[in-house]
């Protein structure tokens, strides 16, 4: 009984442990700094279509934990004309039991220039 409560504790805490810690907006322009920094050296062309963007909306991280149930967290910037304008999340809650998929266990973080 004790090694069920202890899965179920872990479960817990890599599920739904993102959703409980919110950066703040200091903390996420730094991040969103960052990733707009490092899209510009990675990806070709990826000053001058920053240039042409009217507005870039950037989620530098997005965290993947689970086991058969998880989810997806991410705390990213809308910037209009170089200026952040708003702060938004990203959650998603997935199951996969029952979409017929290999079960999805253990965590992920996931960053990428140009998105996932």
């Given at each position: 009984?004790?090694?069920l409560a202890l899965i179920v504790i872990c479960w817990v805490t890599l599920a739904y442990g993102p959703f409980?810690?919110?950066a703040s907006a200091t903390e996420i322009d730094i991040k969103v700094d960052a990733a707009v920094?490092?899209?510009k050296s990675e990806v070709q062309g990826g000053a001058?279509?920053?240039k042409k963007a009217s507005g870039l909306l950037v989620f530098p991280e997005v965290m993947?934990?689970?086991f058969g149930i998880g989810g997806e967290y991410g705390e990213g910037a809308l910037r209009v004309n170089g200026k952040t304008v708003d702060y938004l999340q990203y959650r998603r809650r997935f199951n996969r039991f029952s979409t017929?998929?290999?079960?999805?266990n253990g965590g992920?973080?996931?960053s990428e220039p140009g998105g996932t």
């Open positions: 009984m004790k090694k409980l810690y919110a920094e490092r899209f001058a279509f920053l993947k934990a689970g017929g998929r290999a079960v999805e992920a973080g996931i």
